[in-house]
């Protein structure tokens, strides 16, 4: 199993991103898929979440209206694509996968994704 994460880098304030979430070693149809960020300092908070049973999506209310998350099964990844970034979304973005469907009251809950990434880095400056 492996999940790799890219795309991170530097972007200027309002500007846009997209990160991709690449599974290997199992069916990602099966799994929910989660990004999570941990800026320094401060514990890993769930971002937003793809749900695998009936394609729902759940945000953070601070990237509500600004990240999408979407799926494409055929290739194996989850983007999430971030426009009008600030200052604040500055952290390590990390992928996470759970076996089944997410809740919209439990997706940001870590424990209850089995694999994790390795993280890319974000960094909103100007």
């Known amino acids: 199993v492996q ?8 972007v200027q304030p309002g ?4 990160l991709s979430c690449e599974v290997s070693g199992f069916r990602l149809a099966d799994y929910s898929i989660g990004w999570f960020r941990q800026a320094p300092g401060k514990e890993r908070e769930g971002v937003s979440c793809s749900n695998s049973v009936d394609g729902s999506t ?11 998350t979407y799926r494409d099964n055929s290739k194996n990844t989850v ?11 500055t952290a390590v973005y990390y992928c996470a996968a759970d076996l ?15 694999y994790w990434g390795q993280g890319t880095q974000v960094s909103v400056s100007s």
């Open 3 to 10: 999940i790799v994460e890219s795309g991170g880098g530097l």
């Open 15 to 18: 500007g846009s991103l997209r």
């Open 58 to 68: 759940y945000y953070a209310d601070s990237v509500k209206g600004r990240f999408t």
């Open 79 to 89: 983007y999430l694509q971030m426009n009008s970034v600030k200052p604040e979304d």
């Open 100 to 114: 089944g469907g997410a809740t919209s009251i439990g997706w940001p809950v870590m424990y209850e994704y089995e």
